[in-house]
């Protein structure tokens, strides 16, 4: 499976995104997907995932209450919706599949996922 990533863009604080991330191939239904972000300097984090089944989902504190990720499998695709952005949430946003659950929980190695999609800039005015 290939994955692409868009919606990113420039909002201001308060405002609310919804990244997609298309997925080529038949076998999208069996893998997990997972949302990452990262800042220069910094590490690739985990922002949310859910599991191939989308009985389960992860979601990091900084995610809680404001990102809700989901999947439709009829057109291969999976969603980050963010609402009440902030400056902080400000980076180069990626999704990311891998067939293995675990891979996206306790403690996670991005250099382990096995597929990455293009990364999509989300910038956060204040």
């Known amino acids: 499976v290939q994955l692409q990533a868009f919606g990113g863009g420039l909002v201001q604080a308060g405002d609310s995104l919804r990244l997609s991330c298309a997925a080529s191939g038949r076998t999208f239904s069996t893998y997990s997907m997972g949302w990452f972000r990262q800042v220069p300097g910094k590490e690739r984090e985990l922002v949310a995932a859910?599991?191939?089944?989308?009985?389960?989902?992860y979601y990091a504190d900084s995610a809680k209450g404001r990102f809700t990720t989901s999947r439709e499998y009829a057109k291969n695709t999976a969603y980050l919706q963010m609402n009440n952005l902030v400056p902080e949430d400000t980076a180069v946003y990626y999704c990311a599949a891998d067939v293995n659950w675990t891979k996206f929980s306790g403690h996670v190695y991005p250099g382990t996922i096995a597929i990455w999609g293009q990364g999509t800039l989300v910038t956060v005015s204040s």
């Open positions: 859910i599991n191939s089944w989308s009985d389960r989902t």
